[in-house]
């Protein structure tokens, strides 16, 4: 892409929170040294405790040596990055304190001015009306809402409403940091500019699609917070649901952010509403044991003081139906947990066996071709395929190969995160990889349906021991449709 100079405040509320300093400032240092970001531009962190700015940049300094990787920190560079670094003191709840950011703001008045809310959803709204209320949201402004926003349909229209009422819907950035990855973006890339893949891309040739976010990591600190969660809140609505409309959105007349948009916000009202029997037939909702991960015992959810009862998931599967002419009578199994085998992320796209198969193999075709798009712990696109295996036989004897489907960057050693993508995006006022009021809207209904069959009991809760790839119920769900979960 092209380098642009596009000079602009950076506010980051929540600046020395653990997202601000894993993911945040090594993706704008990033972008910095890269060329991305003016070297005029300030970085403003909003800490709820009083620091001066020798002490942040200090403080700073520090966690990006932490969390970046040894050889992507440069000591020399970040002398001079530090010096675009600023601190504010704001209290949350005291609407005098935002004099302090005023007073750093007022000194370019002409310039863009970025605020991105790290923190919990419940001082967005505050924190946009003390914004308007000392004049600090001009027309060249934005804000980002970090997730999760809301926990239902009704608390996430609160929290738009409330930011709505200072900010227009073009200015806000709903992030999903799951859109910024390369391979997630490769998915249109695939779809849209590869003519081998388009006639191919619907019912008639795809037997069904799978979609897994395994996470390896337990709740850890934060059963208190997850405990109002859970999987479906924290990772399907979301994160799963823009995998998904991405595979199944229509071509979008171009580029453009609301075509884009236009275009999943059809897949997701095309998604069927489930009855109670359809949630207790086609979910699976489930809590880890204690078990081993990674050669150690760990706990089980219910081992942590501060959920002790509770019923909120932490494994969840579904099947998802789209009634549309492309994906009728193709099922999307989806699937999302905490303490699994391992983590891993994928999209698989699982094509129908041929109508009959010529080669000896008790009548069967030995396997179906798969397009399995990986985005953790690695990122990677493979068509796996068929072929004769080499040598001299009394039959043809076929077996699997990849087709590695990677493009090689040989210009650069260092992956490029998902927030650098994002934050230049938001820099340059492209929204095309955020979500628009209805994606979020729409998806929540969905995902309120189930958790409302949920509570009513219509999907008893399962368990399955940490260090598993969950319980038997979700192996259950998609094998009784004569299928099995992608497993290398």
């Not at 075509?259 to 086609?282: F, G, Q």
């Not at 190969?401 to 040989?410: I, P, Y």
């Not at 995006?425 to 809207?441: A, G, H, K, S, Y």
């Amino acid at each position: 892409m092209d380098k642009v100079s596009h000079r602009c405040d950076i506010i980051i509320f929540g600046g020395h929170g653990d997202l601000a300093f894993r993911k945040l400032m090594p993706a704008l240092y990033h972008l910095r040294l890269l060329g991305y970001l003016d070297e005029q531009s300030r970085i403003i962190s909003i800490s709820r405790h009083s620091v001066n700015t020798d002490e942040h940049r200090e403080l700073i300094g520090t966690k990006l040596n932490e969390f970046m990787k040894i050889d992507t920190f440069d000591a020399l560079f970040y002398e001079e990055f530090k010096k675009q670094l600023e601190i504010a003191f704001i209290d949350f709840n005291e609407p005098s304190s935002y004099g302090n950011l005023k007073t750093l703001l007022d000194v370019h008045t002409d310039r863009d001015r970025i605020y991105y809310l790290s923190t919990a959803s419940e001082f967005f709204g505050p924190i946009c009306k003390n914004l308007d209320g000392h004049k600090l949201i001009t027309q060249k402004s934005r804000v980002v809402l970090e997730k999760p926003l809301g926990r239902s349909l009704e608390t996430s229209q609160k929290i738009n409403q409330e930011v709505l009422k200072h900010f227009t819907e073009l200015q806000v950035y709903r992030i999903d940091h799951y859109l910024g990855k390369d391979t997630v973006q490769n998915i249109m890339a695939l779809r849209f500019s590869n003519r081998i893949f388009m006639p191919l891309w619907g019912s008639r040739d795809i037997d069904h699609i799978q979609i897994t976010v395994a996470e390896s990591v337990g709740v850890e600190g934060r059963a208190g917070y997850y405990d109002n969660y859970g999987a479906l809140r924290d990772m399907i609505q979301n994160h799963l649901m823009q995998l998904l409309c991405l595979v199944a959105m229509e071509p979008p007349c171009s580029l453009n952010a609301n075509s884009v948009r236009d275009e999943k916000v059809k897949v997701l009202r095309s998604i069927r509403k489930m009855t109670p029997s359809d949630i207790e037939a086609k979910t699976v909702r489930a809590q880890y044991t204690k078990g081993f991960c990674e050669g150690k015992e760990v706990p089980g959810y219910l081992d942590n003081e501060e959920v002790k009862g509770s019923d909120t998931e932490t494994f969840a599967a579904i099947r998802v139906d789209i009634d549309n002419w492309r994906w009728n009578g193709v099922p999307f199994y989806i699937r999302s947990g905490k303490r699994m085998r391992a983590k891993n992320s994928e999209i698989v796209i699982q094509f129908k066996s041929v109508p009959h198969s010529i080669f000896p193999y008790e009548g069967k075709c030995i396997s179906e071709n798969k397009l399995v798009i990986s985005l953790q712990p690695s990122e990677s696109i493979t068509l796996k395929m068929m072929k004769k295996i080499p040598g001299i036989s009394s039959v043809m004897r076929l077996q699997e190969v990849d087709l590695e489907l990677n493009s090689h960057d040989t210009t650069t050693t260092r992956k490029h995160e998902a927030y650098e993508r994002l934050f230049l995006d938001i820099i340059q006022n492209n929204p095309t990889l955020f979500m628009r009021l209805d994606e979020v809207e729409e998806a929540w209904k969905w995902a309120d349906s189930i958790m409302e069959g949920w509570q009513a009991n219509y999907s008893q809760i399962k368990h399955y021991p940490a260090g598993t790839d969950g319980p038997t119920a979700a192996v259950g769900l998609i094998a009784k449709d004569g299928r099995s979960w992608h497993d290398d």
